[in-house]
């Protein structure tokens, strides 16, 4: 499929969230009046299904942009290079199950927890990714949209997610911000090699992240479904 029309059907199967707030919980939206009134109610299950679809547009896209940055500026070498130069990824410390044992010993409660501690630490580092693609002198505005529409996306993911948790787990206001530690230092001006690697890095990592992201949530919809089945996660 021509990467123009990927681009096309992903943005036009973006999801609407019904009313969701920009950062507080719970559901309570603003009328043209002034007026506060309950949003329209969205079934628990309803809202995963979205949830799990929004994930899936992510990791999809993030899978493009990511094959469209190396095709560009990542020769062979260089890509072995990133391999052994240390680069981490930015949530490496983060308290997330890894493997296929531990993931399906996880809760509910932290498999939920564990997707808005991936969402929210993605959202900063992606802002800077978009400005230091500015600096290309050769990027095409296909990788610039893309990774715009995903920072974009994942912001409203992060709204998905909390309201999931708050009609799953029956919890309030979060008080998360696991974007507030992170690694990386976006002050610094580096030479071009550091920047294609370490951008490369960022883009390979969230790409990894995203799919964590999008198996957790199936994962958990599967146990909603058929909780004896869901081995394949």
């Known amino acids: ?9 992903c943005v036009g199967a973006v999801l609407t969230w019904p009313c969701l707030p920009t950062k507080s919980l719970p559901l309570d939206c603003k009328e043209e009046q002034g007026s506060e009134s309950r949003c329209p109610s969205i079934s628990q299950e309803k809202l995963l299904d979205r949830v799990i679809q929004h994930a899936e547009l992510i990791y999809r896209v993030s899978e493009e942009s990511c094959s469209l940055f190396e095709e560009l500026f990542v020769p062979f070498p260089m890509r072995l290079q ?11 410390a983060f308290p997330i199950p890894s493997s296929k ?3 399906q010993q996880i809760s509910d409660q932290w498999l939920l927890h564990s997707v808005l501690m991936l969402v929210q630490s993605w959202i900063e580092p992606l802002v800077y990714l978009q400005t230091t693609l500015d600096r290309y002198d050769d990027a095409p505005d296909m990788l610039l949209n893309k990774t715009k529409w995903v920072s974009e996306k994942l912001i409203s993911l992060e709204q998905g997610v909390m309201v999931l948790i708050k009609k799953m787990l029956d919890e309030g206001t979060l008080t998360t911000a696991y974007n507030e530690h ?8 580096p030479e071009m090699l550091e920047s294609v690697l370490r951008d490369y890095t960022l883009l390979s990592c969230f790409k990894k992240d995203a799919h964590k992201m999008e198996t957790f949530l199936k994962l958990l919809k599967c146990r909603q479904t058929d909780k004896y089945n869901c081995a394949l996660y």
Do not use: F, W
């Open 101 to 103: 044992s531990e993931i």
């Open 182 to 189: 992170g690694p990386v230092q976006y002050d610094v001006q």
């Open 82 to 92: 990133r391999n052994q130069a240390g680069y981490e990824c930015i949530t490496k």
């Open 1 to 9: 499929m021509h990467m123009i029309t990927v681009l096309q059907v």
